[in-house]
């Protein structure tokens, strides 16, 4: 273990090291030529006004905006540099070619359920508006033909997995942003590789950066080793570059193309409570069996098309190859991707469409509060119209930095009337919505830039399901377990908390 946790602190040091030294000398050499050559300085001065002009020309969020620009007036050099490397709110040419390509190709598999659209029309046409936006828009159609349970915590989402994966019989799909050397991870890898010699097709992706700190730099070549095939999104490299902004976040598993699971749950121990970090880990998260898991599937082999390079026969995999019976149904089912390709913020418009929608109730479970005009502005205006809204934050939090700027704001919200819990017994990784005992989004999306605007993620929109009134009883439970903050808790938090909060507003699509 000290071997291990010795390569990975020197993998973690050696890029932040490397791109570090890279951004000081190139800042450090601007300066130099500023200070010996006056037109140098002249022309950052034309640099810096040209890339501000760039910035606020861009159809992108004004906040960020705002934050970039700021920066740049403030310190012109170190601004522009850092700007240049790392502000760029789009993925990198070559990457994006291979996903635009792969894209195209799983397009033609998207076909839209048209029995399934008329249905969900005749039982509630805003909630058809909705689904419609999903389908029409992120391209992954409305499904019938699909059973729902959810998983309070990740304990039971992971007892679960271990069962399904073990009843594996041809293929087995994950794609995750964080793994971690465990418990959990052993049993999994154990399954796995069992069913590999039991000749199924297993295939995993993870982000490199999600496990630059928990897995060595090897971890592909030993996973190819033992038979499971396997592909890096983004891999790190000791560059600065714009490619660290845009991270694969989704937690996907499919298992024979009739089973999926998705949610906050990664695979390391503290999502299960076998390790302690920051008190109880509660998390969240839903398995789907039925005709709705085939958009996980596309999901998946679109990703593993543009990162490897192959050709996908996507008719092998739709969920009647392997299971020829009809599938239970308990409503209506929608699995969806976000992108930061298409410039279109799916994950937060669902979530904007679920609070102007609504009509009694907007329960919120997200670890992080850091939300855009558009968002802040829906969640007061449903709460001044008379919607019960209500939003869990963590209790004890991952990040200092970011639970302090989650809670800056909080007095906006709770002066428009949004009710805000913290969930005492410790971290709290969920992100869901409920609404009105009929509408419930499960996923990996947070209430912040980063999810909003950068990272590949994924969730599940459901009508009438089961999970819905499962996510509202577990809400329920949750509020009892949760202090609720007032505006007075809020305005008594002193002088320098609301300080340092209102410079962290500043720049918090950055961070």
Known sequence: MKKTSKRLLGRVLTIGLAVLTQVVWIIFAVVVLRNRFPFVAALISILSIVAILWITSKDINPSYKLAWTTLILAVPIVGAVIYLLFGKTWIGKETQQKLD???KEAAAHKEPDEAARAHLEKRSKAAARQSAYISDVAGFPLHEGTKTKYF????????????ELEQAEHFIFMEYFIIDDG????????????KV????DVRLIYDDWGCVSTMPQ??????????????VFNPLVPIPSVLLNNRDHRKITVIDGYTAFTGGINLADEYINKRERFGYWKDTGIMLKGEAVWNFTLMFLQMWSALSGERVDYGKYRPHVWHEQEFEDDGFVQPYADTPLDHETVGENIYLNIINRAKNYVYIFTPYLITDNEMTTALKLA??????VRIVTPGIPDKKLVFLLTRSYYGALLEAGVRIFEYEPGFLHAKSFVSDD????????????????????????????????????DAMELFRECREITVEDWRGQGIWPRIWQSVLRLFAPLL
């Open 101 to 103: 390509e792969a894209e």
């Open 152 to 163: 309070r915590v990740g304990e039971e989402l992971y007892a679960t997995m271990l069962k």
């Open 218 to 231: 090897e971890f592909q070549l030993q996973l190819q080793r033992r038979g499971i095939r396997c592909e």
């Open 197 to 200: 010699r039991m000749g199924l």
């Open 438 to 473: 009929r509408i419930a989004v499960v996923g990996t999306v947070n209430l912040d830039f980063r999810s909003l605007y950068l990272h590949f993620e994924c969730g599940v929109w459901m009508y009438g399901t089961e999970a819905v009134m499962q996510i509202k009883e």
């Open 383 to 388: 709460a001044k119209s008379g919607i019960d």
């Open 183 to 194: 418990e959990m991870w052993q049993s999994i890898l154990n399954i796995l590789e069992n």
